[in-house]
């Protein structure tokens, strides 16, 4: 396959991505599912502090970038 069409079809799948990563950025606030606020992210309120680590935001981020990727993987081969 001609190198620029493949380079062509691969920036037009990561701007596809990236319009939706900042569709759901967007439209954050309205989601029933709030990414950073998860149920198992740690929080931590001190006098005059705060330690936040988005734990359960991470794992959740982490499978279904693994499952695109994957999937992407598939669909080249």
Do not use: C, K, N, Q
């Amino acid at each position: 396959m001609d190198p620029l069409r493949e380079l062509g079809r691969l920036l037009v799948i990561f701007g596809l991505l990236l319009v939706v990563a900042g569709g759901l950025l967007w439209l954050g606030g309205r989601l029933p599912l709030r990414l950073g606020r998860l149920p198992g992210d740690i929080v931590y309120r001190g006098r005059h502090s705060v330690f936040y680590f988005p734990l359960a935001t991470s794992l959740l981020l982490s499978a279904a970038l693994t499952l695109l990727l994957w999937i992407f993987s598939s669909l080249r081969r």
